[in-house]
């Protein structure tokens, strides 16, 4: 489905398409930039009309809106503090440039499959909500999940209050000025107490799915992952009159690193990614004096990761003697090995059908931190290229459908 056509279909079957069209065309133009993707960074402007529309999509179906102290969005049919509640919903921030389907697909579908079980007349025994989790991609304060991290205990409050943006912004900061007190920032034992099952529907981030029959997967686990930054400290020099052999050139220390991460990560089956990197002064005509690089890595167990870890580490400190070069490595995030709840997994398999696929994923998602918490479920939509993160990030349509009428049916037997 392509995102800037596809919200506007001409002839909606019946069942929960009317409902999906309306929100996708109402949240399209959103955050959107110039290169087609998204900018939809926490606190931000965007974000606001995100949350914005979230919550004009709670009242107009009646359902009690509300926002916890850590900024997640919920939007409850039911006695909210009733316990057992049945969860389901994704995030709504994008990386920078990021697709439209990453997060707001599964927030979207979360309010079309609960439109789908009131025309089914379903009869909800148990609380229901909808959520949005705040920040959950990280790309303003560095740290991924924020909102579900909080919530959880996984990140506590001094930890959220040391976060900053490339601005310096603290991230209390950023949501007092989005309107949000951050007085209550922190661990939510009772409402994270609260919650029964969580739910998660989200775009297939690989092509897993691309060449079968099923337009729908089960996930089955997420990879451990983090996050490192890497600090190369040389000597600022003139990139005209500095012989190469008198030179502390961080760039190049950061070159070959960026190479050594990339053959450490084949040789063991484990994925290294620098994919931001800033530079200081960041002049032409200048030998840098720092360069700042940030590692994501990812393997199947965490013994791999954090080997893989330890050789771009070393690689990193060895070339670093060679360019006169101090290399120092900060652990920004980890998140270990995940593995979501077999009972509910192999529950939404039999009613999805036997031979529905269940797949793990490298990608990190807000239902990883829950799943240490309450018993969780992801379901995937198919990606025909595979790609996200990226604008060309898609869905067809009726795959779409597939996941929400999937979604509710999950539900169905949940609520
Ligand atoms: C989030 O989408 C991540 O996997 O980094
Ligand atoms: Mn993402
Ligand atoms: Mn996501």
Not at 67 to 80: F, I, L, P, T
Not at 131 to 144: K, M, P, S, T, Y
Not at 394 to 405: F, N, P, R
Request: with cysteine; charged share 25%; net charge negative.
């Amino acid at each position: 489905m392509d995102p800037a056509s596809s919200a506007a279909g001409a002839t909606a079957p019946p069942g929960p398409r009317p409902s999906f069209q309306q929100m996708w065309k109402e949240l399209l133009p959103l955050g959107r930039a110039g290169s087609g993707g998204y900018r939809r960074f926490a606190w931000t402007g965007p974000d606001q009309e995100c949350r914005q529309w979230f919550r004009d999509q709670a009242v107009s179906r009646g359902l009690a809106y509300e926002v916890d102290g850590n900024g997640n969005q919920w939007a409850w049919s039911g006695d909210k503090n009733a316990a057992d509640a049945v969860v389901t919903g994704s995030h709504l921030d994008s990386v920078p440039d990021g697709g439209a389907f990453d997060g707001p697909l599964g927030v979207l579908a979360a309010f079309a499959a609960y439109d789908e079980l009131r025309s089914r007349g379903t009869a909800f025994t148990r609380p229901f909500a909808i959520v949005n989790f705040c920040d959950e991609e990280g790309a303003r304060f560095g740290l991924a999940c924020v909102g579900s991290r909080l919530m959880t205990g996984s990140l506590t409050a001094e930890g959220a209050h040391a976060l900053r943006d490339a601005e310096g912004i603290t991230l209390p900061r950023a949501m007092e000025a989005a309107g949000h007190d951050p007085a209550a920032l922190g661990p939510d034992p009772e409402r994270l107490a609260r919650i029964g099952a969580f739910v998660e529907l989200h775009i297939e981030q690989g092509r897993a799915l691309a060449e079968t029959d099923h337009p729908i997967a089960v996930a089955s686990a997420i990879w451990p992952h983090g996050r490192w930054r890497f600090d190369f400290h040389g000597e600022a020099n003139h990139a005209g009159t500095t012989r190469l052999e008198d030179r502390r050139d961080p760039m190049l220390t950061y070159a070959n690193t960026v190479l050594a991460a990339r053959k450490k990560a084949r040789l063991a089956g484990a994925l290294a990614t620098f994919g931001k990197v800033a530079v200081e002064p960041n002049g032409v005509n200048a030998v840098p004096s720092l360069v700042r690089g940030w590692l994501d890595s990812r393997a199947p167990d965490e013994e791999t990761l954090a080997s893989v870890v330890a050789e771009i580490e070393r690689a990193a400190g060895e070339r670093g003697g060679r360019d006169g070069v101090d290399v120092r490595v900060t652990r920004e995030s980890a998140t270990p090995l995940v593995e979501f709840d077999h009972a509910l997994r192999d529950r939404m398999a039999a009613l999805l059908g036997e031979t529905i696929p269940v797949l793990p994923t490298g990608a990190g998602h807000d239902a990883g931190i829950l799943s240490a918490s309450v018993p969780t479920a992801m379901l995937y939509v198919r990606n025909p290229t595979g790609v996200s993160h990226a604008p060309a990030e898609s869905a067809e349509e009726d795959d779409c459908a597939a996941g929400v009428t999937a979604l509710a049916d999950v539900l169905e037997g949940l609520v």
